[in-house]
């Protein structure tokens, strides 16, 4: 499977704090909300030019994880 830009762990989504996809990823994992990856990593308080991308990020994994698996 090729991985696409979309999926890259190492992109940077708050340039900000420098916090990238892959931390999301693994902060969703630990059960962090948007309110706990703020307070982790620092993204969504500085200009606010990450929110809507973050936000849609965890929203999608949220809705994986609690999707039953067949």
């Known amino acids: ?5 979309e999926e890259n762990p190492k ?8 916090t990238t996809r892959g931390l999301i990823i693994e902060l969703v ?3 962090k909300d948007l ?3 703020s ?3 620092g993204a969504l308080s ?3 030019g990450c929110e809507w991308e973050i936000s ?3 929203n999608r ?8 698996k067949a």
Request: charged share 20%; proline share 3%; glycine share 14%.
């Open 56 to 58: 849609e990020l965890v």
């Open 11 to 18: 992109e940077v989504l708050c340039s900000c704090s420098g």
């Open 29 to 31: 994992k630990q059960g």
């Open 39 to 41: 307070r982790y990593s």
């Open 1 to 5: 499977m090729c991985e696409t830009d």
């Open 61 to 68: 994994l949220q809705a994986e994880n609690s999707t039953p």
């Open 46 to 48: 500085g200009c606010g």
């Open 35 to 37: 309110e706990g990856i």
